[in-house]
């Protein structure tokens, strides 16, 4: 009798593979041949307008290990939100291909894929970057599968270099082979090129002329930058300007020439011990500094450090700082090693430069020299920035790395368009189960900006290719983007609806930590409009069963001159004195005879001076009253100087306030404060000791409504949450008090959050359930 060795059953099978999420241009394709190769398997794997498809054909355990290690060992920069396999008879493929389905195919699917942000250059590539024997050597648009733009160059999906800004610049010999091969990191790289076919430095002088090129352009912005010059840089998203930052003279003349009188400059350091010569930086400061996603950070300057011109960031405490993050301003850093101012390549609020024409027309005033390339920017994208609170990264402004942001959800969110806010202004897209966020736009004054704005729009509705059933926009009748809604909406057919400010601000933050009412919302901010003809910003929002209601706010005081009164803080702190009968006092804040008896006659009459609950408001009449900012050089100046002035001390005596009772609203008297902070004045305590009161009032005044309302759990949402010291102190309070605090996440607690919450807050109207994520 004959043994034979036993068969196992093991048939031969295909998977039929969809991954949604960010799965292009992280080198996932190039992951799934390799992985396909080692295994023996056959098929084919491509990018779709949805995300990734795959087929595999092999032995039934093959595959499954095919598909247990694509989960673990899958490409570092990829997030795949949603994974879908099945399991089919085999057809018979022979080898394994990546496979480009064309435009035919892709559209005729919905466009679901995510597109991934610009990744900051990986090690390999910096070290191919400083190798003098390697044929990129010093080549500032260095990239593999696994760094370089994204998001920046795209023109349609799926992301093919065909279609993105790189499709002109024909692959050379070497590159070609490299972009082929399978085993090579550049396989598929589709932004890939070298100094023979891809693209070029140019340096041209202030009025457009060409000077030199490659190398020579290089080393002349150099020598401009090493004496003093401003220069415009086009980078990956956008132009910088940049000048030495540590010559007083050349800041203070940039702050001349691009008319910024006081607001903060970021700072590019070379590297990470130049930034802890100049800077207080923890490990997760560091850590964040040094984040593919590379964005500015908050950092407390130190006191002795001669690295910083004063000019960079007058009377604050803090530098914005960041670490180069593409090869261009790794090579710049490299050549000077000494830090460099580097600011948006705009004016004042508009939105960044990205094409040099453009720059030169709008910036030829302002800079000295011109270091530009000829690699198209298909979409701008200004650095992001993230301050360290509570232990945890908080975004103020959300570009570069963060943006556009996409989430695979587990509710649907119907397919509506939310348009936004008016300031810090972001767009936002609901595609069922999918929403995407735009990166940070800007504030929609002037015709650039809102041109921006509609491209971000058409961006977002045209990438995606969606049919909208609504548009949510803000209430507010005067936002450029709540006219245009209507607009959009008259011409679609599309219903348009108008969301309260506060409550989508506390939505979003609902939505950022992923939870569901009831929950009572804290909103404070600068101003929103609050539908009932005042400008609201102290505002206490609860979302139940029963819908959305304003609980609590702050006691509502005039604004001469509405809109003039933000910009200038004292015109706030004659209202808070005019209230509490001590207008006499209103002689300190520098007006004239004249203009303080017209602006007490407005206060007075309620001549155009709308009432308002903005705890902003109370921040610029505080801040002028002690005398630390009577005109504001830039939005929110008194506030963030009123923090900047305070000895962060977690146990700082409060002032006195009071809770009343308005037709079942609850108020918050500030009348005790306003009265202890002009006590404490007169007795000459310092002012960083009354700021620091100051603030401490603010959270117990939280903290006492809170308890009067006795949610458990309460979100914090809002411009004033940026202020570290008062987010701090409110977190820590209402925990010792037993409650739950919520602040945001993934996104910034400003204005940058009310599109992602009036998607939430238009789909919590339209169904009655608040969707998560
Ligand atoms: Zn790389
Ligand atoms: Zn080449």
């Given amino acids: 009798m004959s043994v034979s060795e036993p068969q196992i059953y093991d048939p031969r099978l295909r998977l039929c593979i969809h991954l949604s999420g960010v799965v292009q241009g992280v080198g996932f394709r190039p992951f799934v041949w390799r992985l396909a190769q080692e295994l023996k398997v056959c098929g084919w794997v491509a990018n779709t307008g949805a995300g990734l498809n795959a087929e595999i054909e092999g032995s039934s355990s093959r595959l499954e290990c095919f598909l247990s290690r694509m989960r673990d060992e899958k490409p570092a920069c990829a997030h795949v939100a949603s994974e879908s ?199 997760l400061e560091q850590e964040t500094l040094q984040s593919q996603e590379g964005p500015i950070v908050i950092l407390k300057a130190l006191e002795q450090s001669v690295e910083i011109a004063r000019a960079v960031a007058p009377g604050l405490p803090w530098v914005g700082a960041m670490l180069p993050s593409n090869p261009l301003h790794h090579l710049l850093m490299d050549a000077l090693g000494f830090p460099l101012v580097a600011t948006s390549g705009n004016l004042t609020e508009d939105p960044l430069c990205i094409d040099e024409r453009d720059a030169i027309l709008r910036l030829g005033d302002i800079a000295d020299g011109f270091l530009v390339h000829n690699r198209p920017i298909a979409r701008r994208a200004d650095d992001s920035v993230v301050r360290i609170v509570c232990d945890r990264p908080l975004l103020y402004r959300m570009a570069r790395g963060y943006a556009p942001m996409s989430r695979e959800c587990r509710d649907t969110w119907g397919d509506r368009l939310a348009v936004g806010g008016h300031l810090k202004n972001t767009v936002a897209l609901a595609a069922g189960k999918r929403i995407f966020l735009s990166s940070h736009i800007g504030d929609l004054h002037h015709v650039r900006a809102t041109n921006a704005f509609e491209a971000s729009v058409s961006d977002l509705t045209t990438l995606y290719g969606h049919e909208l059933s609504q548009i949510a926009c803000d209430a507010h009748p005067e936002y450029f983007s709540t006219g245009f809604a209507a607009r959009q909406a008259k011409k679609s057919g599309t219903q348009v609806v108008y969301l309260q400010h506060h409550a989508a601000h506390i939505a979003a933050c609902l939505v950022d930590n992923n939870i569901r009412p009831p929950v009572l919302g804290v909103a404070w901010d600068g101003s929103g409009d609050g539908g009932d003809g005042s400008v609201w910003g102290g505002e206490f ?116 306030f009071s809770l009343l009772n308005q037709d079942g609203i609850c108020l918050i008297d500030w009348e005790p404060l306003v009265r202890d902070i002009l006590a404490d004045q007169e007795r000459g305590e310092h002012i960083s000791v009354i700021s620091a009161r100051f603030h401490s009032t603010l959270a117990d005044m939280i903290v006492a409504v809170v308890k009067r309302i006795d949610e ?57 359930e608040f969707p998560c994520v």
């Fill in 712 to 768: 458990a759990r309460v979100a914090l949402s809002g411009g004033c949450f940026q202020n570290k010291l008062l987010t701090e102190l409110t977190i820590l309070r209402l925990r010792i008090a037993g409650f739950e605090p919520y602040w945001h996440r993934n996104l910034p607690p400003n204005d940058g959050n009310l599109a992602i919450g009036q998607l939430a807050l238009a789909a919590f109207k339209d169904t009655g």
């Fill in 85 to 283: 396999i099945e399991r089919a008879l085999p057809v018979g493929y022979s080898e394994f291909t990546i496979r480009d389905f064309g435009r035919e195919t892709e559209e005729r699917g919905k466009k679901t894929a995510w597109v991934s942000p610009d990744l900051a250059t990986c090690k390999s590539c910096l070290e191919e970057m400083r190798d003098p024997n390697n044929r990129r050597y010093r080549y500032p648009f260095i990239n593999c599968t696994q760094c370089g733009p994204r998001f920046t160059i795209i023109e349609s999906l799926p992301y093919a270099r065909e279609r993105t800004t790189m499709k002109s610049f024909l692959q050379c010999k070497l590159c070609s082979s490299e972009f082929g091969d399978p085993t090579n990191r550049r396989f598929h790289a589709e932004p890939n090129a070298c100094p023979t076919c891809g693209p070029t430095l140019s340096w041209w002088s202030a009025k457009g002329n060409l000077l030199s090129h490659g190398e020579d352009a290089f080393q002349a912005a150099v020598r401009a930058l090493e004496s003093g010059q401003i220069v415009a840089i086009k980078g990956i998203g956008g132009f910088h300007l940049m000048v030495d930052a540590r010559n007083e003279a050349a800041v203070m003349e940039l702050r001349r020439r691009k008319c910024r009188e006081e607001k903060p400059f970021a700072v590019l350091f070379p590297n990470i011990n130049f930034a802890k010569a100049a800077c207080k930086v923890s490990d």
């Fill in 541 to 656: 929002v609860k979302f139940d069963g029963e819908g959305i209601h304003r609980v609590a706010h702050l006691r509502q005081f005039p604004m001469p001159g509405g809109e003039k009164a933000v910009r200038e803080p004292r015109r706030l702190a004659l209202s808070l004195l005019f209230s509490i009968g001590e207008s006499s006092k209103g002689s300190r804040l520098g007006f004239t005879e004249a203009e303080l008896s017209v602006l007490l006659r407005m206060i007075q009459q309620r001549i155009n001076s709308p009432l308002t609950s903005s705890v902003g408001r109370l921040f610029d009449g505080v801040a002028s009253l002690l005398g630390i900012c009577q005109v504001a050089r830039y939005e929110g100046q008194g506030a963030i100087l009123l923090e900047a002035a305070a000895e962060p001390d977690m146990g700082a005596n409060s002032y006195n």
